[in-house]
């Protein structure tokens, strides 16, 4: 079964330093997404990605973030100077449709980010 | 008012026992809703779509009121294997102006003991 793959599984950073994401979405899906999730905490929207650019992004998405789809298979997730409160475990997600209704976002295991 | 709202539980049964979540949304312009389940740090997987009709997948059935702006999900003959977190997702729709994003509530917490 197709699958999303992140990379790393783990990530530790100091604070003030640039981490990049990695994400490998299913290869016919046209409509790809950054959630994060704090410990404990529901998870929360980041970013759209579609037809090579930004879709839409929420308030937590603000200069420190950004995404590049660099070579047509991978999506990656940016964080500039990372902060504290940057902790938390980062979903990568793919879906074949954003416009069909119900269409299902298979999401990728996870990269768990702690900034130290 | 949150977005999508649950219970956060933890709901706790013995095996066997039918349960039952319920979860609400904000926005009358929301177009589609999901239930996905989330084991401990792992990642959110599908269980099911949610249609206006209702639908059933085993011993899973889900319900939308899009009156009420209430989605229910019903597991009958409860396994230890159910434990984990189900989590209400709702997404408006591109046609609506909410765009594609998923949009989860907090979960609501089941733990199936012996």
């Known amino acids: 079964e197709p699958e999303v793959t992140q990379t790393p599984s783990h990530q530790v950073t100091q604070m003030g330093q640039e981490v990049i994401l990695r994400c490998v979405p299913i290869s016919n899906h046209l409509y790809f997404y950054w959630y994060r999730q704090i410990l404990g905490q529901k998870v929360e929207f980041l970013v759209s990605f579609y037809n090579n650019e930004i879709s839409e992004k929420s308030e937590i998405f603000d200069d420190q973030f950004s995404v590049e789809r660099p070579d047509g298979s991978n999506f990656t997730l940016k964080i500039r100077s990372t902060k504290l409160e940057d902790s938390a475990m980062y979903f990568c997600a793919s879906r074949v449709s954003g416009v069909v209704m119900n269409t299902e976002a298979f999401f990728g295991q996870g990269t768990r980010l702690t900034v130290v | 008012r949150k977005e999508v709202e649950q219970d956060p539980g933890p709901f706790n049964v013995p095996e066997g026992a039918t349960v039952a979540f319920n979860c609400t949304y904000s926005?009358?312009?929301?177009?589609?809703f999901f239930w996905y389940r989330q084991d401990c740090r792992k990642e959110p997987k599908l269980l099911m779509s949610v249609y206006s009709s209702g639908n059933e997948d085993g011993r899973f059935t889900a319900q939308l009121n899009r009156a009420s702006q209430y989605i229910s999900l019903l597991i009958r003959d409860s396994k230890l294997s159910d434990s984990a977190t189900y989590l209400c997702v709702v997404n408006m729709g591109i046609l609506t102006g909410g765009g594609n994003k998923l949009t989860f509530g907090t979960g609501t917490q089941l733990k199936v003991e012996l």
């Open positions: 926005n009358s312009a929301s177009q589609s």
